[in-house]
């Protein structure tokens, strides 16, 4: 007997698969023509007014928060919309806008989608994006779930995250710099399943680990085979335990035993990168510096449709990637 409101978004515009879902009693769909204002009625009474609008299309590049106006001026106001409020760069820009577009409208709540990570952007009037209730993959770790919004007699409404995932997803930095065999990093990574399982208050665990620094261990790692075997091993312990804690994947970002900012001094081919590398991670958005030199590849006919879209964090990753190989490629020599 709950009723239900909803705003369709990029993933799930009103031209495409959504439509062919025969919702039940008590849904409202909101339309993509304009913005509708619902009357939200309790006991008989009016206690709310639900305003919203959704894509039509995937590619929804209006502003659409300056559609939305308020209509009452004694309800409360609730505002869905599925957009990219204050120019996120880590997630696409659907339905742009900036948060006085938001502000300006007289909405007392805005219950925001598209961005999957929790977050208020503001206290007054409050506007907010609960992220998604259960995280899909390694980029979306920690607890997942919904805000409870309960309004006070004067108007004033109060926040409650309740997390409802079903499954979390951690992600684990493990220094081996003080680690001298593989049996101590069995050991570690044991202790660190034992942790996350606890963390995540009896729900199963899924967890990347990424092996970090400088050690013995070093040349070990680098062997053929040597971290595929380390993973099967982790996730037999993982396995074992309930909660199951499953290690999606073990990687190694751990560096030889040099001094990178030494190394760098050297006026060679290495200290060339090394020193390309670090301006390059300085940049502030390396989505930016890097747009043209990948353009080539990313607006390529047959590339595309295989390569998702890149990020700074992405980007960033592979970057690292990079000059470990050269690292260990052109360091051979010395």
Same mark, same amino acid.
């Given at each position: $007997? ?8 990029? =993933? !799930?515009?009103? !031209? ?7 919702w039940?009693?008590g ?7 304009? +913005? ?11 206690t ?7 894509? +039509?299309?995937?590619?929804e ?7 939305f ?18 120019n996120?760069?880590? =997630?696409a ?12 409208t ?14 208020? &952007?503001?206290?007054? *009037? ?22 409870l ?8 409404? =109060?926040?409650?995250f ?39 208050? $009896? ?5 990347r680990?990424?092996? %970090? ?14 971290i =595929? ?9 993982g ?19 040099i ?13 060339? +990168? ?18 043209? *030199? &990948? ?5 390529? %006919? ?6 998702? *879209? ?6 960033? !990753?592979?970057?690292d990637?990079?000059e ?11």
């Amino acid at each position: $007997g709950i009723q239900s409101f909803i705003v369709h978004g990029n =993933h !799930d515009p009103l !031209d495409g698969w959504s439509s062919s879902i025969d919702w039940p009693d008590g849904v409202h769909i909101f339309s993509g023509d304009e +913005v509708e204002s619902i009357f939200f009625t309790k006991a008989g009474e009016q206690t709310a007014v639900i305003n919203g609008i959704s894509y +039509v299309h995937q590619d929804e590049q209006r502003n659409l928060a300056r559609y939305f106006k308020r209509s009452n001026n004694t309800l409360f106001h609730i505002g869905l919309l599925h957009c990219n409020a204050g120019n996120n760069k880590e =997630h696409a820009s659907y339905a742009p806008c900036d948060l006085d577009d938001l502000k300006d409208t007289g909405i007392d709540y805005w219950a925001l989608g598209h961005v999957h990570k929790r977050d208020i &952007l503001s206290e007054s *009037p409050l506007i907010v994006y609960s992220g998604n209730t259960q995280g899909r993959n390694i980029r979306e770790t920690g607890e997942r779930g919904c805000y409870l919004v309960t309004v006070d007699s004067s108007g004033h409404p =109060h926040l409650e995250f309740h997390p409802i995932d079903a499954a979390r997803w951690y992600l684990r930095n493990m220094s081996i710099d003080e680690l001298s065999t593989l049996n101590e990093l069995d050991e570690t990574l044991s202790e660190a399943c034992y942790s996350m399982r606890d963390e995540a208050n $009896g729900l199963p665990v899924l967890a990347r680990i990424i092996l %970090t620094g400088r050690g013995k261990l070093y040349d070990e790692l680098r062997i053929a085979g040597a971290i =595929h075997e380390l993973t099967e091993r982790a996730r037999e312990q993982g396995l074992s335990e309930s909660p199951i804690v499953w290690i999606e994947k073990i990687e190694s970002t751990c560096r030889p035993d040099i001094d990178i900012e030494e190394r760098k001094k050297i006026p060679d081919l290495l200290g060339d +990168v090394l020193r390309i590398s670090e301006e390059l991670r300085a940049a502030s958005y390396l989505s930016e510096t890097l747009a043209d *030199p &990948l353009n080539d590849l990313y607006k390529h %006919t047959k590339a595309k449709k295989f390569l998702e *879209p890149f990020d700074d964090e992405t980007l960033r !990753d592979l970057l690292d990637d990079a000059e470990r190989f050269c690292v260990d490629r052109l360091g051979e020599s010395e």
